[in-house]
């Protein structure tokens, strides 16, 4: 599986939109690029992927470059709630994938 | 729909011991992937079974060992338990092999040895 590269934390103001980067210079022809996150004490939960077209969702928005060597997990509106760990996976379609998560981003929204 | 379910929620053992932990998946999965967190290491895949067969495997040694019964439960084996083992284990469950974008996780088991 490719590496991804994510900032170890941020901060956002509530109410603002949140702009997770991820770079992933070394993604291949078939993977795709998955965003879940991990909120305190509970297990993943996934937000959003794509392979080259931007994605949206009632969640979130992913907006990959055109040579798909990074991305950007958009949260539009960020909440209190929205503070988690997200990670930023990329994975083929091969048939055996498998999540193979990095250290993340703590991202922490501020009132 | 009840989501996936992990038991029991905590455990505490020592050294040596050997522990069973386990997973039922969302009504209509079938495929059951275990995953360990640790502060060190993060996240890391231990293996996933669809239709009672092992289909993927990460690097952990052989004391780390799972099945899957019909009914698509799941049940994972750590045997002659090392500190190094505390953790909090998630089990994820999807329709099919491989769908990344629909694994659903449980809350996790947080195993201590002591």
């Known amino acids: 599986d490719a590496k991804t590269t994510q900032p170890p934390s941020m901060d956002c103001a509530e109410g603002r939109a949140a702009n997770l980067p991820c770079n992933h210079s070394t993604i291949s022809g078939n993977e795709y690029v998955y965003w879940y996150r991990q909120i305190h004490s509970q297990g993943p939960q996934y937000i959003i992927h794509g392979l080259k077209n931007n994605e949206t969702n009632e969640m979130a928005s992913l907006i990959i470059t055109e040579d798909r060597k990074s991305s950007t997990l958009i949260l539009p509106h960020a909440t209190l709630r929205d503070t988690a760990v997200y990670y930023c996976i990329v994975s083929g379609g091969g048939g055996n994938e498998k999540l193979t998560f990095g250290t993340g981003t703590r991202l922490t929204i501020i009132p | 729909k009840a989501g996936v379910t992990q038991t029991p929620r905590y455990l505490i053992k020592t050294r040596g011991q050997q522990v069973t932990l386990s997973c039922s998946p969302i009504?209509?999965?079938?495929?059951v992937s275990w995953y360990q967190q640790t502060p060190g290491q993060g996240l890391q895949f231990l293996f996933e079974y669809f239709s009672e067969t092992q289909r993927n495997k990460g690097n952990f040694p052989g004391r780390f060992s799972g099945r899957q019964f019909s009914n698509s439960r799941s049940e994972m084996n750590v045997s002659t338990l090392e500190l190094g083992d505390s953790a909090l284990y998630l089990c994820?469950?999807?329709?099919?092999?491989?769908?990344?974008?629909?694994?659903?996780f449980g809350p996790g088991t947080r195993l201590t040895v002591t």
């Open positions: 994820a469950s999807s329709i099919g092999v491989g769908r990344l974008y629909e694994q659903y």
């Open positions: 009504s209509g999965h079938r495929s």
